[in-house]
């Protein structure tokens, strides 16, 4: 008996054990504009360092549903390796579009808009507020288009602490590219990460050196190229050299030890 007892509580403690220390999920709506609410799924570490707000590519919609459920956007690169930044100790914050682009277009021709600058303000002050945590901005192809300009827009109480920007938008012919954004705004930590195969038209590594010298008053920057990996289907999607195929576990210990970094 007193066997089975020992046994009994040493499963009941490692049991509370594994609940009392597992990653957190969090479906959250933040109210922004007039009406409008900013949805996004929060995981959160036992022992956090800092806060990542992951922008996907494409139109930028994830469709969370209340339960934390990803209706789209689960192939891309910083949403299906949320949890190995999570794992590093980050917070992981996916924002899906508003309340109010919940259709198509989605986020298509919306990412370089006030509104969008306010939504994501409201996202970050949400986080600082129930952190405590600096906040950085990671972003991948299309979603770097949103994570630059409301940067370049919001005034430094209001923007996040650190810019990562991976697979960055280059060239635009409908709307600015990254090298045309104001980037001499942009003060905090700024890091560039890209591929050196990538062939989405869009994406040339032959236009990077311009956005780096534009950086000119980045607290701290840097640009990460990297190379190997598997490309498969369309060069501008997430399982091409586009989206780090293959090499995902480098490619994120490599961001996460620049932000980490003193």
């Known amino acids: 008996m007193h066997k089975q007892f020992v046994s009994l509580l040493f499963c009941m403690t490692l049991i509370f054990s594994q609940v009392a220390f597992a990653d957190t999920t969090q479906t959250i709506d933040i109210p922004t504009r007039a009406g409008v609410t900013q949805r996004m799924l929060v995981i959160t570490p036992e022992k956090a360092k800092a806060v990542l707000v992951l922008f996907t590519g494409g139109n930028g919609a994830l469709r969370i549903s209340p339960s934390g459920d990803l209706g789209m956007g689960k192939g891309n690169f910083l949403i299906r390796t949320r949890q190995q930044w999570v794992d590093k100790g980050f917070v992981v914050a996916m924002v899906d579009a508003p309340s109010d682009r919940q259709s198509e277009p989605y986020l298509s021709g919306f990412r370089q808009t006030q509104e969008h600058a306010t939504d994501i303000k409201a996202v970050i002050a949400w986080l600082k507020q129930n952190t405590n945590l600096p906040v950085w901005l990671v972003s991948t ?86 190379e190997g990996g598997i490309t498969e289907g369309d060069p501008c999607e997430a399982f091409a050299h586009h989206g780090y195929n293959g090499i995902e576990p480098e490619v994120v210990s490599k961001i996460a030890a620049w932000v980490l970094a003193p």
Do not use: W
């Not at 697979?167 to 705004?185: A, Q, V, Y």
């Open 141 to 226: 192809s299309r979603g770097t288009q949103s994570a630059a300009f409301v940067t370049t827009t919001l005034d430094k109480a209001d923007g996040p602490d650190g810019l990562v920007l991976t697979s960055t938008i280059l060239t635009d012919r409908k709307s600015r590219s990254i090298p045309d954004m104001t980037l001499e705004k942009i003060a905090i930590p700024t890091l560039l990460v890209h591929h050196k195969q990538d062939s989405c038209r869009v994406c040339d590594p032959s236009e990077l050196p311009d956005v780096m010298s534009k950086l000119s008053h980045a607290s701290r920057k840097d640009l990460i190229m990297v």
